[in-house]
């Protein structure tokens, strides 16, 4: 599966974006997906990923305020991002695997065997 990163730009503290991940290929709705950032001079870091079933996770800094969503008619898999601070900012990338279980989340990096190129998200004044 090839993955396609977009959505990302300049906002303004407190502002809103969404990001969208498209994916190329059969059977999408098999695959687990990830959402990862990673800041200047910072390791690559887990923001939120979603199952095949839906099932979601998010980091404890982006827990209500971003949302993890999936369309799988579309093979899209959509980060909305709400309430932003500049300390989200950061190149943001998604992920895909194919689970064990149609229910399994992933939260690290080397989890994930497919990425997309990432797109930058910059929140500042």
């Known amino acids: 599966v090839q993955l396609q990163a977009s959505g990302g730009g300049l906002v303004q503290p407190g502002g809103s974006l969404r990001l969208s991940c498209v994916a190329s290929?059969?059977?999408?709705?098999?695959?687990?997906i990830g959402w990862f950032r990673q800041a200047p001079g910072k390791e690559r870091e887990m923001v939120s990923c979603?199952?095949?079933?839906?099932?979601?996770g998010y980091a404890d800094s982006v827990k209500g305020r971003f949302t993890i969503s999936r369309d799988d008619a579309r093979n899209t898999v959509y980060l909305q991002m709400n309430s932003l601070k500049p300390e989200d900012t950061a190149v943001y990338y998604c992920a895909a695997r194919l689970p064990y279980a149609i229910t399994s989340v992933y939260t690290r990096e080397r989890q994930y065997d497919y990425w997309g190129q990432g797109t930058q998200v910059t929140v500042s004044s």
């Open positions: 979603i199952s095949s079933s839906h099932s979601t």
């Open positions: 290929g059969s059977d999408f709705d098999y695959y687990a």
